[in-house]
């Protein structure tokens, strides 16, 4: 297996090294794939298949490809979870990757608040690396330590960001975990729930992912995942502090800045009923958790502020507070805190009746019932007149979120003995600057409209009744604070509202497409169904016509049998070929032969008889005819006769009233003539009026600009700066394409000039190499044509040498030199062709190294050059009889020849001349 191991890894490296990654990402998936069905192995052989990990998560971050590091993380899971092997190994591959990530996208580079396409893209794919590990860790109880990790990197990632849209995606999975976990809660021998180190990691997780989406404003869901939290925090036996604190902590600070101070009231005299086992920690985490709801439970219930030390350490100054605040080594008990609760200066007293009545009526949230419960929960404390008149004014408060109420409602809301005292409450609320609110006697209502303050002016003013003194300046603190937060919150709304539209249009859309795509292929599969449908009942009909008209045949056959003689004759042959050959197919067209004959005769006398009938007809319809004519004739005689014609009497009257009509017409032009007539009056009135016209229009487009706020100026510029970058960055892109086009073309071009230059040099070398190896022959009718180049006579003076005219002698200077100067050798297939030595005075040997003699050249039997030949002691060397048969070929003298020593000789020239 190790041996395996170590030749995937091999492999699949030089894949990489190649840039062949797709290949690498198979080889190394199919790995890890057999290596997963093997579980009876030992880890000794894990380190490599960890290494193989590295490198596979290593190429799916350079192909950016989510979908195959899925498939990677999932088969490693698989595979740690059947070996056994410690979870650190998966963390340790996963820490890999997102070293791997940030450098690949450069993450450390990205400037926080960066709005370009290009970082965009990189925080976008770094969040997809998050989503894939944590969908990775996800419902798997064996990693859980690793999911809390990374859910706590994402939420850093989340809130430094500030990408609202991948903190919904994972408030999603949180919630889905949740759910399951609810599923499985009593089923405690499957679930890990019930283990401390698994409820504290839920917890941790919860409290960071509020702690991001109260960075960004979504404190809804900040109050969801709280409630997550209090629902994991039931199966906790001992809580620990740091962890309770902290959700305290969190618990007041979203249900702070939503509002709802009395539901915080009661929720944290919940989480101090599921705190009962307080009494078992120490002494000195004791003291500190008890500070901590007290202080928490105080504040939630009246005053809104988040909890932070500086408030902490005023509290503990308070000499009321340090009366409440127990001693180190006195333990918290329930009774304490309720105790120190009802002490405060205003409060919710802890009966049991009003929290009931309250938390029947939290379900609303708002309105009548929440405003009973508000006075019920006051009438049932012993409180003075100025609490009930603080919660009468936070009655009001919260009346006014209904938007209209009956006087009834608003009476018995608000506590009053009758619709007067009501009013009173109301008109006094408004002058104080807690509501805007108008009351209608005609309709019996009180309608309210958008709170101008928040909530805390209502607990401004219970202080100012109840405790004017030290807290002042928080509270006023606290309100600069709340008017500043209330711009920037109306701002995130809006714009969450915006985000969660557009979501919901592309979610639309989506799903339009799908239904689209759907019903087209639905509608393409019921089209082929019903054309095979079609096709097997056009069958089947047509297989039915057949037997039919088989059927009417045999029918028509025995009729022609019954009343044609000839069809008899053909049935009683028919009947014959049956008996005989057994095959009525051959006599099947004879009869149908006869048949036709047959009709063909019958239709001839139908057709004889329906001619006669015809004529019989149109004798009759001629005669009648003939009698409407004579008649016409009489009745226009007699109008001839009275004088005057019925068609005149009616040309008149038509004449008559179209002359009326015409003149009525003129009547009605006359009589309107007047009114149409211009007047100057008239003109200016019509001026007058456009002009206001105009100028309201311009007057409400003046005011409509002068209300536009800053923001929305400041947002359009930015829209048209944003745009005009865009213009200039696909300008600068096209610009580049151009000239890396132009470049491309110019090395094109380049390379085919050097391409034809090669291949013109090459030709030359070509054509220099046929001259080398042609033969001397050749290269003299070649010369004395004047075709061959200068480089190459050059090269070849030697072997041009007597050819060459008196000027080219001068020109490439050859000088004469004597007989003995040349020495035989092989060129282009010439046994004797000769080329000069270096000196005059050395001695030859012949080619052959047979004989020693001088050899000179010939050109053929017919070439009668002088040349300077040597003399060989008075004798002459003799060149053979035949000079056609040696074709110009040097034969040496004989032996004999040589006795007298070897001299070139002027004379022996001089008789050649001769």
Known sequence: MQLHAQSTLRRAEDYISNEEYLSAINVMADALAITRRNRNQTPSWFAEFQDIAKLYV??????RSTEHLRNCLSLYKNLVTATGVPPSHFSDVLSHLMEVTRSELKYDEITHGSTSE????????????????????????????IFCDFVLRACKFITTHKRPSDMMSLFSMLGGLVASMRKYAQQKAESTLHLPSTQIIHIRTRIAFAEAAATLGYWQHARRTLEDARWILQFVYRPQQEILSDLLFMYGRVLYHLGDFLLAGAAMLHLVDIARGLPNLGDERATQVSDYLLVAAAVAIERPVPLSATFIDAARRNAQWRALVPARAEPVTPAMLRAAVTALPVHLHATEQPLAMYTAASGTRTGPARSAAMLAIAQHSECPETLKAAIQSQAVVAL???????????????????????????????????????????AERVVFTRSPVSVVAAADRAHRLTAPGPAASLLAELKDANQRNIHRLELIEETKMERERLAKEEENRIIAEEEKRREEAEKREKERLQAERDRREAEKEREMRLKMELNKAEIRLEEIGRTN????????????????EGAPEKV??????????????????LKQKNVTEHRKLWYTIRSDRVVETKRRLAIREKEQTEGKSIYDARIEEIVAAEKAKWEARLQRKDAVRPLLAPSAEFFAKVMADRKGRVQDTLDEQRQRLEELKPAEIERQIEKLRNKRREELKQQLIQEEEDRKAAEQALIEEEAAKKKADEERRKEELKRLESYRTMPKYKLKKTYQAGE??????KQRLDDLKTVLTLEDRMKYGVTDAPASSYQPHSSGGMANAYRPSA???????????????VNRPSFGAGDRRPVDRPSFGGGRPSY????????????PPSRGGLSGGYKPSAASGEEKKE
């Open 788 to 793: 061959l180049p200068e480089q190459f006579i």
């Open 58 to 63: 290593q190429a799916c971050v350079t192909l």
């Open 588 to 605: 099947i067209p004879i009869l149908e032969a006869a048949f036709l004959a047959y009709q063909k005769k019958q239709n001839l006398k």
């Open 565 to 580: 003689l000839p069809a008899k004759r053909h049935l009683l042959k028919m009947d014959l070929a049956k008996d005989a």
């Open 839 to 853: 000196g005059p005075d050395h001695a030859v040997a012949p080619a052959t190294g047979t004989a020693w003699g």
């Open 118 to 145: 290009e970082d965009e893209q990189k925080l976008s794919h770094m969040w997809l690396t998050y989503r894939t590990v944590l969908d990775a860790l996800k419902y798997n109880a064996k990693f859980e330590d």
């Open 400 to 442: 006014a979120a209904v938007g209209s109420v009956s006087l009834e409602q608003a009476t018995a809301c608000l506590g009053a003995s009758n619709d007067i005292e009501a009013e009173r409450m109301v008109v006094q609320a408004v002058s104080e600057g807690l509501v805007s609110a108008k009351i209608d006697h005609r």
């Open 880 to 891: 053979g009889g035949d000079r056609s048969a040696g074709a110009g070929m040097y034969k």
